[in-house]
């Protein structure tokens, strides 16, 4: 089993709608929680992260974490075109080296 | 303040021939990393400097694959001989201090095609 497992899309949705982004992972150990949004023929930008249970809300964008079923979301409100992009959850590994464990990425289109 | 550099920004080789990839980090981060996407995937770390020093390349392919740091600024990641499986983007990243929860800043990578 892999320990970071997202479903890859892609997802399609009109400009205006929530997203709901999700990543589940396997290791219970893992304490934070990361979102990176990755344009098109760019390196990944880290969005959001989050440490153990509970929500973090930064403008149009809320990271969710629940530890109790290592599942973490990103809900994106009143979506734009401009968040069409690849979203990657990821999660830091062994302890102080900093390390990612990244997701396979979902690819979101959001329509005019 | 300036991002990560990296080039050159495509490669195509044949397979069998070497390739070296550049990172200028940005000033004064002492992490650098390397990571490999391949296509529909998500970054996957071969290579951890801090400073000049490597900490952490478990998941480098040594055969055939070699990362220096030598002033501790700026790295090169190389592969020879390539193979078609290399074929994905090679990702710089830096941060200032390496912990988990630190912001990795991505350079825009560098595509290299394997034929």
């Known amino acids: 089993q892999k320990e970071v497992e997202q479903d890859p899309g892609p997802l399609s949705v009109p400009e205006g709608a929530i997203v709901s982004l999700n990543c589940t992972y396997s290791n219970s150990a893992f304490q934070y929680f990361m979102w990176y949004r990755q344009y098109s023929r760019k390196g990944p930008e880290l969005l959001m992260y989050?440490?153990?249970?509970g929500n973090k809300e930064d403008g149009r964008f809320t990271a969710q974490v629940d530890k109790s079923s290592k599942y973490i979301s990103l809900f994106i409100r009143d979506s734009q075109p401009s968040d069409s992009a690849t979203y990657l959850c990821?999660?830091?590994?062994?302890?102080?080296?900093?390390?990612?464990?990244f997701g396979k990425g979902t690819k979101l289109s959001v329509k005019p | 303040e300036a991002g990560v550099a990296q080039s050159p920004r495509y490669k195509i080789i044949e397979k069998r021939q070497s390739v070296a990839f550049w990172c200028n980090p940005i000033?004064?981060?002492?992490?650098l990393y390397w990571y490999q996407q391949i296509l529909g995937q998500g970054p996957k770390l071969l290579i951890q400097?801090?400073?000049?020093?490597?900490?952490?390349d478990s998941q480098l392919p040594k055969d055939r694959f070699s990362a220096e740091r030598l002033k501790g600024v700026d790295s090169t990641l190389k592969i020879q001989p390539a193979k078609l499986e290399d074929s994905a983007v090679y990702l710089c990243a830096s941060s200032s201090s390496g912990t988990g929860t630190e912001k990795l800043f991505f350079g825009s990578g560098t595509q290299l095609s394997v034929l």
């Open positions: 400097f801090q400073n000049n020093g490597v900490v952490d």
């Open positions: 989050t440490y153990s249970s």
């Open positions: 000033s004064g981060h002492a992490t």
């Open positions: 990821a999660i830091p590994y062994g302890g102080s080296q900093g390390n990612l464990i």
